[in-house]
C-alpha cells in the first residue's frame, strides 16, 4: 500500500518511508509483468482472431467461434498461437514498467509534496503517476505489439521476436516499430488513469 493509501491521522502524518525500497519497487513490476504477461498470452486465440476480423472483415464474417475454425482450417490449429512470443514478452515488459512506476512515482510524489498534501491531492498523484508509467510502458511494448499484429496479419512473417523485429528494422527502419505508438498511447493512457484512479478510491 502506498502512503497515499494509507489510513489514519497518524499514518498521514507518520508514513513509514523506508519500507518503500528498491526490492518494493521490484516485487511490484515483477508481478505487474508477471500477471500482465499470462492474461494477455492466455487469451492469445482471441487477438488472433479479433485481428484478422479487422484485417479482412469480408473474409472473416462468422464471428469469433466461426472465424476461429475458419482459420484453424486453412492454416492449422498453430496459427491462434500467432504472435503468442512477442505477447508474453511485451505485456511482461508493459506491466512491468506499468505496475513498478506507478508504484514509484507514487511514493517520490508524495514524498516531494509531503504528508499531508499528499493525502489531500491523492487523486491527482493518481492520475498523475499512472499516466507517467503508462506512457514509459508503451514506448516499451509498441515494438512488440508491432510484431504481434504483422505475425498475424501475414502467415509468412518471421517467426519469433528477434526475426520479427530484425525483419520490420531492415525493411521500414526503427520509426516501422511504432508506427502504432499514437493509438497506443491514445487507448492505453487514459484506461490506465481512470483504472488506478478507482482502484486507489476503492482501496480507501
Known sequence: MSPTQQ????????????????MYYVKGAAA???CCSVTHAALCPVDVVKTRIQ???????????????????AEGVGALASGLGATAAGYFVQGWFKFGGVEFFKVNFAKQLGERRAWDNRTGIYLAS?????????LFLCPLEAIRIKSVADPAFPKGVAGGISHVVSTQGVAGLYAGLGPILFKQVPYTMAKFAVQGKAAE
Do not use: C, T
Open 7 to 22: 489510513h489514519g491521522e497518524d499514518a498521514v502524518h507518520h508514513p513509514n518511508w523506508s519500507k518503500y525500497n528498491f
Open 32 to 34: 505487474g509483468g508477471i
Open 55 to 73: 484485417l479482412d472483415p469480408a473474409k472473416y464474417s462468422k464471428g469469433l467461434i466461426g472465424s476461429g475454425r475458419q482459420i484453424v482450417a
Open 130 to 138: 499512472s499516466a507517467m508509467a503508462e506512457f514509459i510502458a508503451d
